[in-house]
Structures are given as C-alpha cells and as structure tokens.
C-alpha cells in the first residue's frame, strides 16, 4: 500500500520496476521483494537505469544460484554495488538516455517513412510499366488479327516482303511486320529498365 520499487529474485535479472500508489493496493507474492528508495539520495529514474546496466547484471550473475531457475537472496541483493554520482549527474545522465532514445526514434521514424515511400514509388512505377505494356499488347494483338486477315485475303495471289499492305499508309507487307518488331522491342526495352531499375533498389 505504499509506492516502491519491485525486483524479482527469480530470474536472470531483477527486473526492477517502480510501483506507483495510488489508492489501489498490490499483492507480493513469492520471488518479489518491495523496496523503498530515499529519493533525496537517488534519482529513481537513473536507479532503475543502472539496474538494468550490465555491469549490475554481471554482479546478479555472479551472486545467482540454481542451474533450472537462477534465484539471487535478498542479502545478496543488498550486496549489489552501483555508482552514485551526486544527484544533478544522475539526472544529466537520465537526460541523455532518454535523448538519446528520441534521437534512435526519430531515424528509425525517419528510416521507416523511406521506406514507405520507396514503396509508393515503386508502385506508381510499376503501375505506369503495366500501363504502357498493355498498350502495347493491345497494338500487338490487333496487328496480328490484321496480319491473319491480310494473309488469308492474299493467299491465292501470294505473299511477299514487297507486297502492299496499307495503301493508304503506302506500307508495304515487310513495313508491317518491322512496326511489329519494333513494338517487341519497345516493351523489351522498357522491361530491361524496369529490371535496372529494381536492382538499383535493391542495393540502396
């Protein structure tokens, strides 16, 4: 019924937590030891910050037994040394962790958002390949229905290179089948830049 920090003396580390009353109290159960903190001696904050340090859970290693579950006394508890600067060093020091938390924060924010728009333009992209390559299947088709048309209309007189295809375009027969290489080309070509394009990602 009064605030406190918690430590567990079950586990590979104390797990130091800080128990704020207000009005509602809490059951300790086995394992899990209260204690009061002179707060004109020791910022809570940076308490419970060197608690969690690694050179305080060396100490716990070294003070636990029990191979299954490692378990720390409370006497051995009390054993555990950390610094304690005067209280404006503690408190710089909190100051700079938690500065640098929001500074982690925000490039991970910032990295993030990258991403995010990485992936925006990667879609339009891709949704402008697939725009113009429909267009070109769609050329692509109704050439051949007019390429089939052509052939069985002139199967009797016969085919060749020099024959007119379009007399209005003045096109002969080998014009067209060069307009239909060259559409091939085109959508190669844009694939190969997409291609490009994706490794390029990939590798930033």
Same mark, same amino acid.
């Given at each position: ?23 509602? !109290? ?7 030891? #209260? ?28 003070? !636990?037994?029990? !191979? ?41 924010? #910032? ?15 891709? #949704? ?5 390559? %429909? ?25 060749? $290179? ?15 089948? $060069? ?8 959508? %190669? ?16």
């Amino acid at each position: 019924d009064k605030s406190c920090l918690l430590c567990t003396t079950r586990d590979k580390n104390i797990n130091p937590t800080y128990f704020d009353f207000k009005g509602k !109290s809490i059951y300790l159960f086995k394992g899990l030891i #209260a204690f009061k903190v002179d707060e004109s001696k020791i910022d809570l904050n940076y308490l419970i910050s060197e608690l969690n340090s690694d050179y305080v859970n060396n100490q716990i290693k070294s003070f !636990s037994t029990g !191979s299954v579950i490692p378990f720390i006394s409370q006497n051995d508890l009390f054993n555990i040394k950390i610094e304690v600067p005067k209280l404006e060093e503690q408190r710089a020091k909190v100051e700079g962790i938690k500065q640098a938390v929001l500074e982690s924060k925000k490039k991970e924010l #910032a990295y993030q958002q990258e991403l995010l728009g990485l992936k925006d333009e990667s879609f339009r992209e891709f #949704a402008s390949i697939k725009h113009t390559l %429909r267009q070109y299947l769609n050329a692509l088709t109704s050439n051949l229905a007019g390429t089939r048309t052509f052939v069985l209309n002139n199967q009797e007189t016969g085919v060749t $290179l020099d024959t007119i295809y379009s007399k209005n375009l003045n096109k002969t027969f080998g014009d067209h089948l $060069l307009g239909l290489e060259g559409t091939i080309v085109s959508m %190669r070509r844009l694939l190969k830049t997409s291609d490009a394009s994706n490794q390029k990602d990939r590798k930033s």
